[in-house]
């Protein structure tokens, strides 16, 4: 017996022992099996897809829910070309603040901040002449820097660094810690506004890219924000949540257990349920390189200085390697390479200390990753989880600002393949558009919105392009025994769409419409 049997669509089942099939059958929200292995079963409810291409169910492995659902009602100055243009919306987004109530003393939140269409970093005095006596708060779009007016400034230990009110990394975190924390009802309404967004682009699950920390974090008891969410019904996907490594502290174990640091009461990657889970430990090593804080080995181009690591190399190794130890698949962001060389260094003496092959630990973003890297990564039984979309919508100023030497090893996707590493796609939404199918047109094309190529040698299949969305995303999250291909047993979460990516001309895979997402057996989005 089936609860529903889809019929007359292309099944591309990412299962190399079956590749395509018509149809599939699925009972109380598992997949049963494909064409004949279903034909005589009878069901209670037939649906005919008519000609759709069905694929399993997008897994996005680095997002930023709460964030992007946030930025979705927050007042963005994205598109501004000049800071007059940009310190006139802000005007505008303190004005709308004071008509709904926010008086002075009261944050404004704005969204879309970037020094590079400006042509430089607004100032704290600039935003002064705009603020009209709120505490203004302009978060840059890569997530790793903000700008502030003097009032926020003035709340700040006067020894913090900053660039005429422009803070990044752990002084942005600073000021960030002065507006927190949220509520756990406003996050689970974010949450779910994002998850929405998330189903509507054929993801069904994802891998929220670090609670409870200072560059992220909402809330000391993020983790409930999530739980809320899934009580109330907002949270249509399957979701696995990284814990900052913020949140690690001093443990008095038993010695045979050798974990000098733990989350409390010892939780850690794997608690949880197929719906809602405990991750990766969340480890940041260095910042982004929209605000040209990544921390690389020589100078970026045109630029006096080379980004920045979050901490000394030795305390960053100590964190990782004590995630390590305390039983944690860690997912280490490193965009630069001299970061990706403290987080492989780590890595190799975690793995020394204790071995863990089973771990599957991941490096978030790999965004500039030496030749000699490469192997290192294969060796460790690293994954690189890398953003595609960077580089379709930032890739003309990335490849400007690493110079042509250094251009071609930017997020890549062949070269991973070729040394037998993982690769996975993700979107780190909102910092760009989420939808992996556009991010699977860009790994095939290796072309920017201009039309730029980038790194036109780490271009790959459309299938392989599939599989870092599917099945290689399901391993990443350590979901490969119940997601990523349609196979019997396994989840029937699926991606319908209205063309066949692996058959159209590549240009067009971006647009191919999602025309219903299921997660068990169920339509969370219909288009």
């Given at each position: ?6 019929t007359?669509a292309?099944?591309?089942t990412?299962d190399?022992a079956r ?14 099996g494909?064409?004949?292995?279903v034909?005589g079963l009878p ?7 008519q000609?759709a291409?069905?694929?399993p169910g997008f897994i996005?492995?680095h997002?930023?829910?709460a964030w ?5 009602l927050?007042p963005?100055?994205?598109g ?11 005007a505008?987004?303190v004005t709308r603040a004071e ?5 002075p003393?009261?944050?404004v939140?704005?969204a879309?901040?970037?020094q590079?269409a400006?042509?430089?970093?607004l100032?704290?005095a600039e935003l002064d002449?705009?603020s009209?006596g709120?505490l203004?708060y ?7 820097g ?5 009032a926020?400034?003035?709340l700040?230990?006067?020894?913090l660094?900053?660039?005429n009110?422009f803070?990044?990394?752990g002084a942005?975190g600073?000021a960030r ?5 949220y ?5 689970a309404?974010a949450?779910?506004?994002a998850?929405?967004t998330?189903v509507?682009?054929?993801v ?6 670090g609670?409870g920390g200072?560059l992220?974090g909402?809330t000391?008891?993020e983790?409930?924000?999530y ?5 109330q019904?907002?949270l249509?996907?399957r979701?696995?949540l ?9 443990v008095a174990?038993?010695?045979?257990d050798?974990i000098?640091?733990a989350?409390?009461l010892g939780?850690?990657?794997g ?10 430990l969340?480890v940041?090593?260095?910042?982004g390189m929209?605000?040209r804080?990544?921390?690389?080995t ?8 080379a980004?920045?690591l ?7 190794t100590?964190?990782i390697?004590?995630?390590h130890l305390a039983?944690?698949q860690?997912a280490?962001?490193a965009?630069?390479?001299?970061a990706a060389?403290v987080a492989?260094d780590?890595?190799e003496?975690a ?6 092959p ?5 490096i978030?973003h790999?965004?500039?990753i030496?030749p000699?890297?490469l192997p290192?990564?294969?060796e460790?039984g ?8 960077f580089?379709r919508?930032?890739?003309d100023?990335?490849?400007a600002?690493?110079g042509p ?5 930017l997020?890549r996707?062949?070269a991973f ?6 690769l996975?796609?993700s979107?780190d939404r909102?910092?760009t558009e989420?939808?992996?199918l556009?991010?699977?047109q860009?790994?095939?094309?290796r072309?920017?919105?201009s039309g730029?190529?980038i790194?036109?040698?780490?271009a790959i ?5 599939l599989h870092?969305?599917t099945?290689a995303g399901s391993?990443?999250?350590h979901?490969?025994?119940t ?6 047993g ?6 319908v769409?209205g063309d ?6 590549p ?10 997402t299921y997660?068990?057996g169920?339509?969370?989005h219909q288009?």
């Amino acid at each position: 017996m089936l609860c529903t049997r889809l019929t007359n669509a292309r099944f591309l089942t990412m299962d190399p022992a079956r590749p395509v099939a018509r149809e599939l059958g699925i009972w109380q929200g598992r997949i049963v099996g494909v064409d004949e292995e279903v034909a005589g079963l009878p069901a209670r409810e037939t649906v005919d897809l008519q000609g759709a291409t069905v694929l399993p169910g997008f897994i996005d492995a680095h997002v930023h829910l709460a964030w992007t659902g946030f930025k979705q009602l927050t007042p963005s100055i994205a598109g501004s070309t000049s800071p007059t243009e940009a310190l006139a919306r802000v005007a505008d987004a303190v004005t709308r603040a004071e008509k709904d109530g926010a008086g002075p003393g009261s944050w404004v939140s704005i969204a879309g901040y970037d020094q590079r269409a400006l042509g430089r970093h607004l100032t704290a005095a600039e935003l002064d002449t705009v603020s009209r006596g709120r505490l203004l708060y302009l978060l840059h779009e890569s997530g790793h820097g903000c700008a502030v007016n003097t009032a926020v400034l003035d709340l700040l230990p006067a020894d913090l660094p900053h660039e005429n009110g422009f803070l990044a990394e752990g002084a942005m975190g600073a000021a960030r810690a002065l507006r927190l924390p949220y509520s756990q009802r406003e996050l689970a309404e974010a949450i779910g506004r994002a998850a929405r967004t998330c189903v509507s682009e054929g993801v069904t699950g994802c891998a929220e890219a670090g609670i409870g920390g200072i560059l992220f974090g909402h809330t000391p008891v993020e983790l409930g924000a999530y739980q809320l969410a899934r009580e109330q019904g907002l949270l249509p996907l399957r979701v696995q949540l990284m814990v900052s490594a913020d949140r690690l502290g001093p443990v008095a174990a038993h010695a045979d257990d050798g974990i000098p640091r733990a989350l409390d009461l010892g939780l850690r990657t794997g608690f949880g349920d197929d719906r809602l889970s405990i991750g990766a430990l969340k480890v940041f090593t260095d910042g982004g390189m929209m605000a040209r804080t990544a921390a690389l080995t020589t100078p970026y181009e045109g630029l006096d200085h080379a980004g920045q690591l979050q901490d000394d190399p030795e305390t960053l190794t100590r964190t990782i390697v004590d995630g390590h130890l305390a039983g944690w698949q860690l997912a280490v962001h490193a965009i630069g390479d001299r970061a990706a060389d403290v987080a492989l260094d780590a890595i190799e003496r975690a793995q020394r200390l204790r071995p863990r092959p089973e771990a599957r630990h991941r490096i978030e973003h790999a965004g500039l990753i030496r030749p000699d890297q490469l192997p290192r990564f294969a060796e460790l039984g690293v994954t690189a989880v890398v953003q595609p979309s960077f580089l379709r919508y930032f890739g003309d100023d990335y490849a400007a600002i690493m110079g042509p030497d250094r251009a071609p090893w930017l997020y890549r996707g062949r070269a991973f393949l070729d040394h037998g590493v993982p690769l996975v796609g993700s979107s780190d939404r909102p910092v760009t558009e989420g939808s992996p199918l556009r991010a699977v047109q860009f790994m095939v094309e290796r072309a920017s919105e201009s039309g730029t190529l980038i790194g036109p040698e780490e271009a790959i299949s459309v299938q392989q392009a599939l599989h870092a969305y599917t099945v290689a995303g399901s391993r990443a999250c350590h979901w490969d025994g119940t997601a990523g291909t349609l196979t019997a047993g396994k989840h029937a979460d699926l991606a319908v769409l209205g063309d066949d990516p692996t058959r159209v001309d590549p240009s067009r895979i971006g647009d191919i419409k999602v025309v219903a997402t299921y997660v068990a057996g169920k339509p969370v989005h219909q288009g």
